[in-house]
């Protein structure tokens, strides 16, 4: 059979010679510029940016969310709940994972099954611990059923990956994440560690075939570098610009920048498990004393929305009348001066990641009203680690961002604030069983105010500190068409290329 590209390079001349119209050119690779490699590309694991960038292409979700947010089918193409606790699926019956094996209802009762073990220690695992058994209950058919009623289920099956049963259940994560097999419209090819990802395009893809033969995923520390790459024309897209950075593309007349702001709250966990955090009134006195009107306005061009609560406007449940810390750092000071051990160093955990002047300027904050906060900035993989350790091992001080892509607080608010999440630091009984009671709540007005409580009790405790919306922005050629989305899904099969 003759390659493609070949038979391509054949038809251009004859094409030319003949005066006819040829389609828009396509580009062969499309290199995107991640700030690190990813940690995981198995979709069962860390969801972080650099790992969701790459692998939600290499695996199909259950469900997932068009362009303006709403949820539409994926691997599941409708959907009907039967009871208070039950949820029947139609699984479609057209897709094959990358290795030619049919997807099943099987994979699908394997994939919830796997995330939901305790065993496999999946940092996901509170995300979907509400689903108590998944069953075929017929050809073409899952019925899932949860422990009480679960509003958010559809919102959290968004980023349920689908695995196949056949690969993944003779292997460990680790070997998993190795070599990938999913359904979705890119295949895994190649993880040059420390380099890069390579996948390619799944010619025989359900549904809207990528416009890429392949596409490399390199990891870049460096934003600087990220944009000579792109300006370059070494990279075609990058992620994560800040809004100086932003300014060079726009001026510079090479590249252009995309923009939207997403369900990512920045916050700021602190550990309550250790003095002097374990008082309140140092956790308040840092809330007095971090000036995040000035983050936004002063370092990240406006872009962002200052919040008070742990969640966006881009959340269900986003309510307009609850009001935290306002800058005072005077009254920071008070509160210190009555603070045992205040004096205690302390340390701010990060990761290139993040953007170190918005960490800079909270250190710089915290220091101005007395306080000793040194910067502890790790890879990815490690802060990742650090936290998702014990209370007792876990950084003091975090500045963090976090985005579950289901736009529902169950994904952002349950995960960090209650105290049976290995990411949270938070340990309030109060607030353990307002999150509780609406996860099981299916009136969503009821649902909001639940949520509601939870944040005002939050921010009384100063438990967890809110800081803004995240705006996320990126730099792409001048040919690349794509809408980002406030869940920072990076879709390739809903990019195109225009020359």
């Known amino acids: 059979m003759m390659n493609k590209r070949k038979a391509a390079r054949l038809v251009l001349p004859i094409a030319l010679s003949l005066g006819l119209a040829l389609p828009a050119a396509a580009k062969d690779q499309l290199v995107v510029d991640l700030v690190n490699e990813p940690a995981t590309l198995d979709p069962h694991q860390q969801w972080n940016p650099d790992s969701y960038y790459v692998y939600r292409n290499i695996f199909d979700n259950m469900v997932t969310r068009d362009d303006a947010g709403e949820i539409v089918p994926q691997i599941a193409t409708e959907w009907e709940r039967v009871s208070d606790t039950e949820m029947v699926f139609t699984i479609r019956d057209d897709v094959t994972f990358h290795d030619g094996e049919p997807l099943t209802p099987e994979d699908v009762v394997y994939t919830v099954e796997r995330i939901t073990d305790p065993e496999f220690g999946s940092p996901q695992l509170g995300q979907f611990n509400k689903i108590v058994d998944a069953e075929v209950t017929g050809e073409n058919e899952v019925t899932l059923t949860t422990d009480g009623a679960y509003p958010a289920l559809l919102a959290q099956l968004v980023k349920l990956s689908i695995v196949p049963e056949h690969v993944a259940s003779t292997m460990s994560s680790a070997e998993f994440n190795e070599g990938p097999v999913g359904s979705g419209p890119y295949v895994f090819e190649e993880w040059d560690r420390g380099v890069a990802v390579t996948v390619s395009k799944n010619e025989d893809y359900w549904g809207d075939e990528g416009p890429f033969e392949t596409v490399v995923f390199r990891g870049v520390p460096d934003a600087s570098t990220r944009?000579?790459?792109?300006?370059?024309?070494?990279?075609?897209?990058?992620?994560?610009?800040?809004?100086?950075?932003?300014?060079?593309?726009?001026?510079?007349?090479?590249?252009?920048?995309?923009?939207?702001?997403?369900?990512?709250?920045?916050?700021?966990?602190?550990?309550?498990?250790?003095?002097?955090?374990?008082?309140?009134?140092?956790?308040?006195?840092?809330?007095?004393?971090?000036?995040?009107?000035?983050?936004?306005?002063?370092?990240?061009?406006?872009?962002?929305?200052?919040?008070?609560?742990?969640?966006?406007?881009?959340?269900?449940?986003?309510?307009?009348?609850?009001?935290?810390?306002?800058?005072?750092?005077?009254?920071?000071?008070?509160?210190?001066?009555?603070?045992?051990?205040?004096?205690?160093?302390?340390?701010?955990?990060?990761?290139?990641?993040?953007?170190?002047?918005?960490?800079?300027?909270?250190?710089?904050?915290?220091?101005?009203?007395?306080?000793?906060?040194?910067?502890?900035?790790?890879?990815?993989?490690?802060?990742?680690q650090d936290q998702q350790s014990s209370q007792e091992q876990a950084p003091m001080l975090t500045f963090s961002r976090w985005s579950c892509a289901c736009q529902d607080p169950d994904g952002i608010m349950y995960p960090l604030l209650h105290s049976s999440s290995n990411w949270s630091r938070v340990d309030v009984p109060e607030i353990d069983a307002l999150l509780d009671e609406a996860r099981s709540e299916l009136d969503q007005e009821k649902r909001a105010d639940l949520y509601a409580q939870v944040n005002r009790l939050a921010l009384e405790g100063a438990h967890i500190l809110p800081l803004y919306q995240a705006a996320i922005i990126y730099g792409a050629a001048e040919e690349l068409e794509w809408q980002p989305t406030s869940n920072e899904s990076l879709f390739l099969n809903r990019m195109s290329w225009s020359e």
């Open 227 to 384: 944009v000579a790459d792109l300006q370059s024309g070494n990279a075609d897209l990058v992620v994560t610009l800040n809004t100086d950075l932003a300014m060079q593309v726009e001026g510079s007349g090479r590249g252009k920048v995309l923009t939207v702001n997403t369900e990512r709250v920045a916050y700021f966990p602190m550990n309550a498990s250790k003095p002097p955090l374990d008082q309140a009134d140092m956790r308040r006195a840092i809330g007095y004393a971090i000036d995040r009107q000035a983050i936004v306005d002063g370092l990240l061009g406006g872009y962002p929305q200052v919040v008070d609560q742990m969640l966006s406007p881009a959340h269900f449940g986003w309510a307009e009348d609850i009001e935290g810390f306002d800058y005072d750092p005077e009254k920071a000071r008070e509160l210190i001066a009555g603070v045992e051990g205040a004096d205690t160093e302390m340390e701010l955990a990060t990761a290139p990641v993040y953007d170190q002047r918005v960490v800079q300027a909270i250190q710089q904050m915290l220091t101005d009203v007395g306080l000793n906060v040194s910067i502890e900035s790790t890879d990815m993989a490690t802060w990742l």
